[in-house]
């Protein structure tokens, strides 16, 4: 087992329930659920996430859990919505021998804290074997704590949510087991040896068997340990270990539609709309100083009736100010104006301000840089050379996952009415 | 039972399997599979697609069938992937009498052939009844012929292909029914009535039954006459019926995975998704005259090298030369480019090839006009007034779902080396 490099700081960054309610860019905890501290309730509890499959049903040669999804593995994504979870001590990821290496980079370049590596075994069952070995405590070199709880959870359903990791949790408490379900989306048949239908299934009667589930870690470990040869080899339900070898009947416990879990390629391109559409909830405009608040007012005014369903605000770049900070949490989308400069010094300390706040770590951020000119005035060869600098600051934070592009906007005469400008140059920015 | 305005034309325009196998959009028919002419073999072939449900796992008002992918209504894309296979005569489908108007104008906005309408029912199951009651020839008003097989398929399956369709159909005349079906993604489990597991299904022993499905006629119509008042109000799947009712054990036929249903907000995602993946295959770069060649070829060898996993094609949009016809039944995405002349002519030719070719029925087709100019000689105000006819004809040709935009490349002294230009200015142009 091994410790991976980020792992278990005092006080982690992302931690969505330990935040006040305002200004997040996820659902705060639901504290009308469950009390008003989490921690106290659950006790101790830690996550394996089985991360080994080939992904041979998605018809290409990375494993779906390493394929990318705007440019980023699923699952770092995946990490990451269990790492914003404050009361997951330990999330321990099983990988194979090839792809550990791999696996190292993606915690390393995305930040990933609290994570442990652990080999992944040939079958699924087997690899979950060797995550909860690793956090058992009775194995040689062990370093994490024995939890009381513990969450088995896929390493491609990225969009579990706290409130369903916390409902599964507390129902493993009460019951020894428990395990989110959906209700099913085709009729189950029964085939006959020789290919025809046998009998179907009363879909009334039958539940799809989701991630994620939970277990008292006592349980799932015992149920592991006397397990047979042929269950780890052809099994896949770890509900039904807990059934079969301790006599626990899991409390099943209703998901939403997200819990979905990335197994075929249309399932990727979902996965990158849904996150795409996080990402697109809201626009910030920002204006460098108070003196151009009233062009980004209007600005904002004409984005509000075009993109009528979505958040739009604006705020002032000022030295003096620092509300900037505010609007940081809950948007992933900047336009930034510039009426007079043409200067970087505005565009590198909003781009340091992003950094700082680490939303980037979790989705890409778009800032888009307005340069206002009038060409009867300037040359457009000669704005275009001032602002040459676009080009390098946006190569550079490509690689903090921050996209920026620029357009310089001709507004003729007047930038009273956006709404009335007639000609959009873009200038194509963003390196390869 | 209502006709459609279109219904059965002698000879369907978009019928995929009755055509040679080059140049075509999609797979041809597998004459090694099927043998030389599937019609003979199978004998009369109609279809219902029942799309009354309402779309409540979709989280919207709009039912799922109508909402729309990429500006066009999912149930339009179903349809047509069912009107392209020659052999399949009448296309029924089931809309509830709220929704039947809308029906009606999607067949005539968007030119579907061989459709009848029928009333949908309360259910699914009684929704296929009225759909097979248009067929039987038996009802008063029926103008419908009664068909030997007849194939059930969701209007939410829009990527079903003509292979998957003609295995179902020669399964159902051989053994009276036949259904597509796919691995278990997730195991299903039984819960006991307090919410717990009661035990869990072998994922080896299941499989989920999925559309399209066959049937000999007469099987199961006699099947939906037999059935009682339960069954109809509460089943869902057509095979057991075909079991129950006529003792048929379907055969079952492994489906592939883009047979997948459109149930939740993410399938949407994924179906657009698919669908711009279909038509992003091929680039064609157009040229208006033999002088234009050479820059045509090099524009190709610039994509070709920058897109390595899209082809792309060069043509000659001249007027003694025909052939760029053989290139518009393959591809979606022309990139035309004009050296010398701002005029409209040229490009007005292509998108009426481009409309008689009927392509811009089933996906939208991209034409990017690229105009050449270099600002030191020409200002850009004057190439942009001469250039204003793309605005007006992006909005004629939008309504044909042909979406036109202008790109002016600034290309300063020579156009010899398009990987060197430095800046593009890309004028905005498609219409709200």
Not at 35 to 44: F, L, M, V
Not at 229 to 250: M, N, P
Not at 384 to 396: D, G, H, Q
Request: with cysteine; aromatic share 6%; hydrophobic share 40%.
């Amino acid at each position: 087992m091994e410790s991976g490099p980020c792992s278990r700081p005092a006080e982690p960054r992302h931690c969505v329930s330990g935040r006040a309610g305002a200004g997040l860019a996820f659902p705060a905890f639901p504290l009308s659920a469950a009390g008003a501290e989490p921690g106290s309730r659950i006790g101790t509890v830690a996550a394996v996430l089985p991360a080994g499959g080939c992904g041979e049903r998605m018809g290409v040669r990375t494993p779906k859990q390493f394929c990318r999804v705007l440019e980023r593995p699923l699952i770092s994504y995946t990490l990451q919505a269990m790492e914003r979870v404050c009361w997951i001590k330990d999330i321990v990821v099983t990988v194979t021998g090839e792809n550990m290496e791999a696996m190292r980079s993606i915690i390393q370049r995305y930040g990933h804290k609290r994570i442990s590596l652990a080999e992944a075994g040939a079958t699924r069952h087997r690899s979950i074997f060797n995550g909860l070995k690793a956090l058992a405590e009775d194995q040689p070199g062990c370093e994490l704590t024995r939890p009381e709880v513990v969450i088995i959870h896929d390493a491609v359903r990225p969009f579990v949510e706290e409130d369903i990791l916390l409902r599964v949790v507390l129902a493993a408490k009460e019951h020894g087991a428990a395990g989110a379900i959906r209700p099913l989306v085709s009729t189950v048949v029964s085939p006959s040896a020789d290919g025809h239908l046998d009998h179907s299934l009363d879909r009334a009667k039958h539940r799809a068997s989701e991630m994620p589930q939970a277990f008292h870690f006592d349980v799932i470990y015992e149920a592991y340990q006397k397990c047979s040869d042929f269950d780890l080899e052809f099994g896949t339900e770890c509900l039904q270990l807990a059934l079969k070898y301790c006599h626990r009947k899991a409390k099943l416990v209703e998901g939403t539609p997200d819990l979905w879990k990335v197994t075929y390629k249309q399932d990727l391109c979902a996965a990158e709309a849904m996150i795409k559409e996080k990402i697109s909830q809201e626009i910030c405009v920002v204006v460098n100083t108070k003196d151009e608040e009233s062009v980004g007012h209007l600005l904002e005014e004409v984005l509000r009736n075009e993109l009528n369903c979505i958040k739009v605000t604006s705020t002032v770049l000022d030295r003096t100010s620092g509300d900037i900070e505010n609007f940081i949490d809950q948007c992933y989308s900047f336009i930034c104006v510039n009426v007079v400069s043409s200067e970087s010094r505005e565009t590198r300390k909003l781009l340091s301000i992003l950094e700082e706040s680490s939303l980037p770590l979790l989705y890409p951020v778009v800032v888009v840089l307005v340069h206002c000119f009038d060409f009867t005035v300037v040359p457009l060869a000669q704005k275009m050379e001032n602002l040459v600098w676009i080009r390098e600051l946006a190569k550079e934070a490509k690689g903090r996952n921050v996209l920026l592009s620029g357009v310089l906007l001709n507004h003729s005469q007047t930038l009273k009415d956006f709404s009335s400008v007639s000609w959009t140059l873009v200038i194509s920015n963003i390196p390869d």
